[in-house]
């Protein structure tokens, strides 16, 4: 357990539930958010909630923390989506599509109503996305994805090019992270300038301790045996529970109804 998601994988209330059941649960939450209406999206969101933190018992600190990161992404690009700008000479042709408009010298800068529209149906859209894959992230450990998938047959290649590359990502993270903490113990970042340096210096330290990784691992893999085939550990046993089973399935038909009486 390299990183604390892991750890959170590995130790919630949720761990011993089949891990098929928990990614199909998921991936229908997933589809219910692509194809439904902002209020039931926003419905989903609060269901996986209750399911993360109340049922998994994952800290809501935590939790609001992961979500912060995809949704900060989000709002930086809301200006693009709602704010327009338009010459003098233009502005009357647009004013059927302005919220708020500004004579800002030769430009006319404008709040658009298409784009408000727009974002009301991106943020709750990307706020239930997310929350489906947090889901299987925060609740099943990443090893049972694998071999789920393995069971249903996707190609091999597939399947260890996504365990190496979720192994690789944390193994990025802590060297980051390493490296962040020993500049910042060194004022690296106390002057712009300085931090332009120190920012260059831990790139280029990254990908060469990330080059080192690989070659670690390589040789690790080697001394073990590798054959070709990246080999998982299978828990030996899960408890299904009748209670979650009837509470996923009652829910989510409560979403397709509401959602086709939304249409």
């Excluded at 399911?51 to 989000?74: E, H, M, Q, T």
């Excluded at 009301?120 to 489906?132: E, I, K, Q, Y």
């Excluded at 690989?214 to 080697?222: F, I, K, N, P, T």
């Excluded at 408890?239 to 939304?262: F, H, K």
Aim: glycine share 6%; net charge positive; hydrophobic share 50%.
């Amino acid at each position: 357990m390299s990183h604390p998601i892991d750890s959170l994988a590995y130790t919630n209330r949720l761990r011993w539930l089949p891990p098929g059941q928990k990614v199909a649960f998921a991936l229908l939450l997933l589809l219910l958010s692509l194809i439904s209406q902002p209020l039931v999206q926003g419905l989903i969101s609060l269901w996986v909630l209750l399911w993360v933190v109340g049922y998994a018992n994952i800290p809501g600190k935590i939790y609001g923390r992961l979500l912060a990161l995809p949704l900060g992404f989000c709002l930086t690009s809301l200006p693009a989506l709602i704010l327009n700008g338009v010459s003098e000479a233009a502005s009357q042709s647009v004013q059927w599509d302005v919220w708020r408009g500004w004579h800002i010298g030769s430009i006319y800068l404008y709040v658009s109503q298409t784009g408000l529209h727009q974002v009301g149906l991106l943020l709750p859209r990307t706020l239930a996305t997310t929350s489906s894959m947090f889901f299987i992230l925060l609740t099943t450990p990443f090893i049972e994805v694998v071999e789920l998938l393995r069971r249903l047959r996707c190609p091999t290649i597939l399947v260890e090019l996504l365990l190496l590359l979720y192994r690789f990502i944390f193994t990025l993270m802590a060297i980051v992270n390493e490296l962040w903490t020993a500049q910042h113990s060194r004022c690296g970042y106390r002057t712009w300038r300085r931090g332009m340096y120190s920012l260059a210096m831990l790139v280029g330290q990254l990908l060469e301790r990330a080059l080192l990784s690989y070659h670690q691992m390589s040789l690790s893999l080697v001394a073990r045996g590798f054959s070709g085939k990246l080999g998982v550990w299978r828990s030996p046993s899960y408890q299904p529970s009748l209670r979650y089973s009837l509470e996923a399935a009652i829910g989510c038909v409560i979403l397709v109804v509401l959602n086709l009486m939304l249409h």
